[in-house]
């Protein structure tokens, strides 16, 4: 009788120690930027001889994971993730030159692919969790596509980008709402705190130029938790 009241135990405290962990699937839609890639001062007007105007926009992608929340106590979970998310941003120069007599529109998409996993401390409302934690990013690749218009003459060049930072440290705020007992939707934005690119130095290891900007992601989807 002793060992199958320790028997049944055993297994109530396993039981209970399984329902604190919730497994989910996710995936979703991201608009991703590098800020500081363009500059509000970046643009020059020489009159007659040029004028050259960037700009940058955000570039969609997708994201998809899996996570693992466990319960610390009833309103307050601690989720870990692992999400292959695809990131970057858009960039334009348009010029023109009445001198010269042309104009022309550069197009360079920067396409950045991670592997990020965040950690958060997640609160329960209801059916509405309200999520921030830190996210460690791994960067798979970086390539640029770019497109050059003159006239009606169109060039297109793809390119690996090789000087950047493989690893990527953000700061994760969202909230998610469950629309039913398995089935809710999730929105997040992801602040990057770590350079893209490193700083350009010379020889005697004095910065030349500054990196270029840091990464922000917001992202929108759905997520199924068994």
Do not use: C
Not at 125 to 152: W, Y
Not at 172 to 191: E, P, S
């Amino acid at each position: 009788m002793k060992k199958l009241i320790v028997t049944l135990a055993a297994m109530v405290l396993a039981t209970s120690a399984f329902a604190q962990l919730n497994f989910g699937v996710k995936v979703g839609g991201n608009l991703a930027n590098i800020s500081g890639m363009v500059s509000e001062d970046s643009g020059l007007d020489w009159g007659d001889i040029a004028t050259v105007e960037p700009s940058q926009s955000m570039k969609l992608g997708l994201n998809a994971g899996v996570y693992a929340e466990y319960m610390v106590m009833p309103m307050l979970g601690v989720q870990v993730e692992a999400n292959f998310s695809m990131q970057g941003v858009n960039t334009k120069v348009e010029s023109s030159s009445s001198l010269l007599g042309g104009s022309s529109t550069t197009s360079q998409a920067w396409a950045a692919n991670y592997v990020n996993i965040p950690i958060l401390a997640k609160l329960h409302f209801g059916p509405i969790r309200a999520f921030v934690g830190p996210q460690l990013g791994f960067a798979t690749g970086i390539n640029t596509t770019t497109k050059t218009v003159t006239g009606d003459n169109t060039n297109t060049q793809e390119d690996v980008v090789e000087d950047y930072n493989s690893f990527d440290f953000s700061l994760v705020l969202g909230a998610q709402y469950k629309l039913t007992a398995n089935i809710g939707v999730d929105a997040r934005y992801n602040i990057g705190m770590t350079n893209v690119f490193p700083a350009v130095k010379n020889n005697n290891d004095e910065v030349i130029t500054e990196a270029w900007g840091k990464q922000g992601v917001l992202q929108v989807g759905v997520f199924y938790e068994f």
